[in-house]
């Protein structure tokens, strides 16, 4: 009984960070991610298998949350579309080259690089 309400708080509580992690990436255009990351490794840290999952799952979620939100600031007009086509092909081969190299990375480098991503993007958002 015990570990059926501990992962209806479980699910609860990864239904709470999506939702708040899509207001943020609706908001803010990015962040959510780093949410859906901090969520998954505090409460699914038992059920995946590798650490690496935490990011390869939040990939997944971030997906269709980024295009609801590009899809709502283009019937907004808020769209701008002059530097697209230059920043999204270099960044689409950037995640796949990403995507090929997730499993030759071991899991604390990548925590590393994410965490170090966070705060210099921090930082430049505080100092700029």
């Given at each position: 009984m015990e570990i059926i309400k501990s992962q209806?708080?479980?699910a609860l509580y990864l239904a709470?960070?999506?939702f708040i992690a899509g207001v943020v990436n609706?908001?803010?255009g990015a962040g959510g991610g780093i949410l859906i990351i901090s969520a998954?490794?505090?409460i699914m840290k038992d059920e995946l298998p590798e650490k690496?999952?935490?990011?390869v799952n939040s990939l997944c979620v971030m997906l269709p949350i980024s295009a609801l939100s590009c899809f709502l600031y283009a019937l907004r007009g808020d769209?701008?579309?002059e530097g697209f086509g230059i920043f999204a092909l270099p960044a689409i081969a950037g995640g796949i080259v990403g995507g090929l190299l997730i499993d030759k990375i071991r899991?604390?480098?990548l925590k590393r690089l994410f965490a170090a991503l966070v705060i210099i993007s921090g930082v430049l958002l505080i100092t700029k």
């Open positions: 209806r708080r479980g709470v960070a999506g609706g908001l803010l998954l490794s505090r690496k999952d935490v990011f769209l701008s579309t899991s604390g480098a």
